[in-house]
């Protein structure tokens, strides 16, 4: 699903919004899920996938990474 919604932005184009053809959107995700109680809180699957958003932009954009 990540993967869908990354080309599908990535093929959009704002040229019918008046911008040159050069604009490009792209879009990191972070992304965690629950596997066997891992996190206690809802709070702390949050900060999971919080925390993969945010190595996803360190590693470049365009990117998309799992919270282990």
């Given at each position: 699903m990540a993967e869908y919604i990354q080309l599908e932005i990535n093929s959009l184009k704002y040229t019918d919004l008046g911008l040159d053809e050069r604009v490009t959107v792209s879009v990191s995700q972070g992304i965690a899920a629950e596997v066997d109680g891992q996190f206690r809180t809802g709070t702390a699957?949050?900060?999971?996938?919080?925390?993969?958003l945010y190595r996803a932009k360190a590693d470049g954009r365009n990117r998309i990474n799992l919270s282990c």
């Open positions: 699957l949050l900060c999971a996938a919080d925390t993969a």
